[in-house]
């Protein structure tokens, strides 16, 4: 899987958007996630420190995601969609390719994965990633800065979007996620 995600990232296709930078959020949009957060933490009586940290930092850590270099990112990629024949693995479901972060396609897989029962090592594939990139095009990737990257994506995504999907959910599942959204920010920039 690693080895297919390179060579999607590898490839060199153009789209409209090529060269844009993400724009940063607005005010008005930090502070309704964080009191999305706070409201589902509130449900468990879990403190909301951490996410007025990542509140305060969200644009340290989109600036440092988007220094990563745009590649050609499969968009949804999770075990769904991608079929074998036993001997291939094929990729469907190509509506959100674009340009991108591959640490938004690897950080995604993994926490799909994961969220599916199947737990990697980040770093192990971080590290399977690296060495495909490098025997299709000789390029050297540092597993640290994939880490770092990876990290990012998921401080990103947890905090503009988890919140919605949270509430009602248990305790442990919440401290999960939340927990993990911390334990990134802490891994993508200095608290």
Known sequence: IAQVMARIHMTDLSFPEDGAKTEMPARERIAECFDGWKSVLDEHSMDAGGARTVADRICDVIRLHDAEEDVT?????????????G???IVCDWQAV???????????????????????????FAAMYADAVYELCGR????????????????????????????GSSADIVGDVYNRMIYDLGRCVEL
Not at 73 to 85: A, I, Q, S
Not at 98 to 118: P, Y
Not at 140 to 167: E, K, Q, R
Request: no cysteine; hydrophobic share 40%; net charge negative.
């Open 87 to 89: 001997e291939r693995i």
């Open 98 to 124: 674009g340009r991108g972060k591959a640490t938004d396609d690897i950080g995604f897989f993994l926490s799909r994965a994961a969220a599916d029962g199947i737990h990697t090592d980040p770093r192990e």
């Open 140 to 167: 050297s990737l540092d597993v640290s800065d994939i880490m770092a990257g990876i990290s990012a994506a998921n401080v990103i995504t947890t905090f503009f979007y988890w919140h919605l999907f949270l509430h």
């Open 73 to 85: 990112v499969h968009g949804d990629l999770h075990r769904e969609n991608l079929l074998t024949d």
